[in-house]
């Protein structure tokens, strides 16, 4: 079962600390609050819309993160509120077992304190831990400062999915980005490639 038994504090920028620890269906609501905040920004971070997840389905989420072994959905607490969410969920290919993908999203307020980096580090972490060899993710281009937050933090590029998704009346598209765990920025190929 994927619960973590404790919750770590982390020391931001500020000198606040911040509680990252595994999310409980009490963080429902308060997930489901803080998503629609950050889809519904103009910026458009996020693939989801506002509305598109209420509370209860959150609550199903976090019961299937905490029997699934191999996923895991994380809750930031600062001062009591929920900040912060991380979720890692095995990749459904089953040839990509050893594969987790991520997904993550910090408040406005307090975007640039530490929040996501306490989020991140106790993901990979606890990926590491059990055995997965690579994360991987999905940023939009435009969303520079995750994508440099990721660079930070040893994720590179792995290519670019030209107009896959439809916003509101404009296409976007979708970059893949990805961390071995082993610390390398690529491993070796089964197979090389062609000449």
């Known amino acids: 079962m994927a619960v973590l038994r404790d919750t770590q504090r982390f020391t931001l920028r500020d000198g606040r ?10 963080d429902a609501d308060e997930l489901a609050q803080l998503v629609d905040a950050v889809a519904a920004e103009p910026e458009t971070w996020l693939l989801m819309v506002s509305g598109q997840r209420a509370g209860n389905e959150w609550k199903q989420l976090i019961a299937q993160a905490q029997t699934d072994p191999a996923s895991l959905l994380l809750a930031a607490t600062l001062e009591g509120r929920l900040v912060g969410n991380l979720g890692l969920r095995p990749d459904p290919h089953g040839a990509s077992a050893r594969v987790v993908v991520l997904g993550m999203s910090v408040a406005a307020d307090v975007r640039g304190a530490g929040v996501g980096t306490a989020l991140l580090e106790k993901a990979l972490t606890w990926a590491r831990a059990r055995g997965f060899m690579k994360v991987t993710l999905s940023v939009f281009p435009h969303n520079r400062r995750a994508i440099a937050f990721y660079e930070r933090h040893g994720f590179v590029t792995e290519g670019v999915r030209r107009r896959q998704f439809m916003r509101e009346g404009r296409a976007l598209d979708d970059m893949l980005m990805a961390r071995f765990l082993d610390g390398s920025a690529e491993a070796p190929s089964a197979t090389a490639p062609p000449r």
């Open 17 to 26: 600390v911040v509680d990252v620890r595994s999310a409980t269906p009490g």
